[in-house]
């Protein structure tokens, strides 16, 4: 708003006439350019308008977006600088068909001062993701997320063949995952099977049961391993400890990542799944005890042969 009568008065149009400092508007040449601050969901669920324009569009929310666009009838103008990692605009906007995508940099505004580009080009030594996002407008990467070299694919690549399962234990609050894991040898594969709460040990053994390759669980669970295994499960327990979570982050780190598509709570963890950075934002190699589930599953599948090489690789029958 600022900048808008900022330029109304260097190109000498301005009239406090036409200005209402008390409802935010202003009439410009019959058109009315109306201010607001959506803090408010009254203010969302306004009313209607001809041109919508959101300025720092990424601090809004997803919801925030459908109310105004449903209140808009003809073009709606987003601006941002991409720095999250994952956003609702990137799936949710630029995707669509009557969507055009614009990316600028600081290169293309012929209105900044020599200063400010001086403090923008100094990113490029002092902050590589700041510099992608705010240097060259990509996409800005989060250097606490521990999973970034993962494809996603739609089936089971050709030479991939079922590996291990891995079983992380939940119940009322946490889920449990059920996760297939697959390789050729040399990258691995994971195929999200359950991911539910409250599932009895029974149920999970009926589902387990379909698949003639060991099943990796998590070892805090010695009775419902037990358990598992008297229906006629192939179950062992994983290696546990923090030293053994950091071991296998790094080994799954070293190798190459696919997860199928459909495994949509696993594609959520591995987007959110960080490690954990103290006060002074400074990263540790600790995790942080979230959006684990599926990934604590895979992990203990992942690396439970490590220590067992001639154990073997089996196929589905």
């Given amino acids: 708003m600022r900048d808008f009568f900022q330029i109304l008065m260097s190109e000498g149009i301005y009239s406090e006439t036409f200005h209402n400092k008390s409802e935010g508007t202003y009439l410009l040449f019959g058109n009315l350019f109306e201010f607001i601050s959506i803090d408010q969901p009254q203010k969302v669920r ?35 600088n991409p720095s999250d990692e994952f956003h609702w605009i990137y799936d949710q ?10 990316q600028t940099t600081y290169k293309d505004n012929p209105h900044l001062d020599e200063t400010t580009v ?5 990113l490029k030594e002092v902050d590589e993701n700041f510099w992608r996002v705010y240097g060259l407008g990509e996409r800005g990467t989060s250097r606490a997320t521990i999973f970034t070299h993962w494809k996603e694919v739609d089936q089971v690549p050709d030479g991939f063949k079922l590996y291990n399962v891995g079983l992380d234990f939940g119940y009322t609050n946490d889920p449990t995952a059920i996760v297939l894991i697959y390789t050729d040898g040399e990258s691995y594969l994971m195929d999200e099977v359950l991911y539910a709460t409250q599932m009895s040990n029974q149920e999970l053994a009926k589902i387990l049961r379909e698949y003639a390759v060991p099943v990796i669980a998590d070892s805090a669970e010695p009775k419902s391993i037990d358990e598992i295994h008297k229906y006629g499960v192939n179950i062992f327990p994983c290696k546990k400890g923090a030293d053994s979570v950091r071991s296998g982050i ?36 600790q995790p942080v005890d979230a959006f684990n589930h599926f990934i604590d599953a895979s992990r203990y599948a992942i690396t439970w042969r490590q220590t067992r090489p001639n154990y073997g690789t089996y196929a589905i029958g």
Wanted: hydrophobic residues 35%; positive net charge; glycine residues 4%.
């Fill in 118 to 122: 001086q403090e923008i080009e100094r």
């Fill in 46 to 80: 306004g009313r209607k308008r001809d041109v919508l324009f959101i300025n720092e569009a990424n601090e809004i929310s997803l919801e925030d977006w459908r109310q105004l666009v449903l209140r808009t009838t003809w073009k709606v103008i987003l601006d941002y």
């Fill in 250 to 285: 790094n080994y799954m780190k070293g190798k190459k990542l696919f997860v199928t598509s459909r495994s949509v709570n696993g594609i959520k963890e591995l987007r959110n799944y960080k490690y954990h950075e103290d006060k002074n934002g400074k990263m540790t190699n």
């Fill in 93 to 102: 906007v630029i995707t669509r068909p009557d969507a055009d995508f614009y």
